[in-house]
């Protein structure tokens, strides 16, 4: 069973930046590709970015774009989300997750782990 740690969320004045990271389990963390997803109170989730299994492919969500940059750490089974000029639209749960066919997909169905998410909120 794949266990997804996220931490580094909190609050942030609009402008700021945050870095997420997302600590993967499993020592076959390679075969995974990891997505960021994200969820504002009365939302669906939706696609933030993903990374394949060796980082050299990499989408990012129009809004995102720019602002913000997924990457991976192999050696130490961690996948990273840095994000600068936050705005308070920016304000959700963030949600790291692993496919394990590495289809660095923007579509939560795609994924089979969840991390539990952690909470960024940007003030204006």
């Known amino acids: 069973q794949v266990q997804l740690v996220e931490s580094g969320g909190g609050l942030v004045q609009a402008g700021g930046s945050l870095r997420l990271s997302c600590a993967h389990s499993?020592?076959?963390?390679?075969?995974?590709?990891m997505g960021w997803f994200r969820q504002a109170p009365g939302r669906e989730r939706e696609f933030v970015a993903a990374i394949s299994r060796s980082g050299y492919k990499i989408y990012y969500a129009d809004s995102v774009k720019g602002r913000f940059t997924i990457s991976r750490d192999n050696a130490k089974n961690t996948v990273y989300l840095q994000m600068n000029s936050l705005k308070p639209e920016d304000t959700a749960v963030y949600y790291c997750?692993?496919?394990?066919?590495?289809?660095?997909?923007?579509?939560?169905?795609?994924?089979?782990?969840w991390g539990q998410g952690t909470q960024v909120t940007v003030s204006s």
């Open positions: 499993a020592r076959t963390f390679t075969t995974y590709s």
């Open positions: 997750a692993a496919d394990l066919y590495g289809s660095t997909s923007y579509a939560t169905t795609a994924y089979d782990y």
